[in-house]
């Protein structure tokens, strides 16, 4: 993502934490799936969801970088991953945010998303009212400027 120019925040600290603690719990707990795809070289793809009943959600996806890219192993690996995982009884596929093309080539359905937040103690307020704000924000430039100056961010 980053060599797309891509904003990418997941590799920062706190989400991969995140994402550690998941796998750690989920394959302990059997709700993680990790895959891999490998081959002389090594592992060249993987992925890392979670499998609820019969609906599977696809969180991330790698791949070795540029030797593998023409090959499309991360593509690969989702496929790959499906059809063990459609072996097993799971019939529904989350393929997660985005309208990126390989999710129309396997035949995925756009669904509409909701953003909630909820505070579940005084501490999450701020952080609430700031993510019911924004949205009202982004209409209003002049206004999100004045408010990026009042908590002291440039653009």
């Known amino acids: 993502m980053q060599k797309l120019g891509s904003r990418f925040v997941l590799n920062d600290e706190t989400h991969a934490r995140f994402y550690r603690e998941v796998a750690r719990r989920g394959l302990a707990e059997g709700y993680a ?5 490998v081959c002389d070289e090594g592992v060249i793809a993987t992925s890392f969801g979670v499998r609820q009943g019969a609906t599977y959600y696809l969180l991330r996806i790698s791949h070795a970088g540029d030797s593998w890219s023409s090959c499309s192993p991360g593509l690969l ?3 790959r991953t499906m059809a063990a995982l459609h072996a097993q009884g799971v019939r529904r596929f989350d393929l997660s945010v985005g309208n990126l093309d390989y999710k129309r080539r ?3 359905e756009r669904v509409p998303l909701t953003d909630v937040s909820v505070a579940l103690s005084w501490r999450g307020l701020p ?5 019911h704000a924004a949205p009202s924000l982004r209409r209003h430039p002049k206004l999100a400027a004045l ?6 961010k440039t653009r």
């Open 33 to 37: 799936v990790v895959s891999a795809l």
């Open 77 to 79: 690996v989702v496929e």
């Open 106 to 108: 396997f035949g995925a």
């Open 127 to 131: 952080f609430a009212w700031r993510d």
């Open 147 to 152: 408010a990026a100056r009042a908590m002291g």
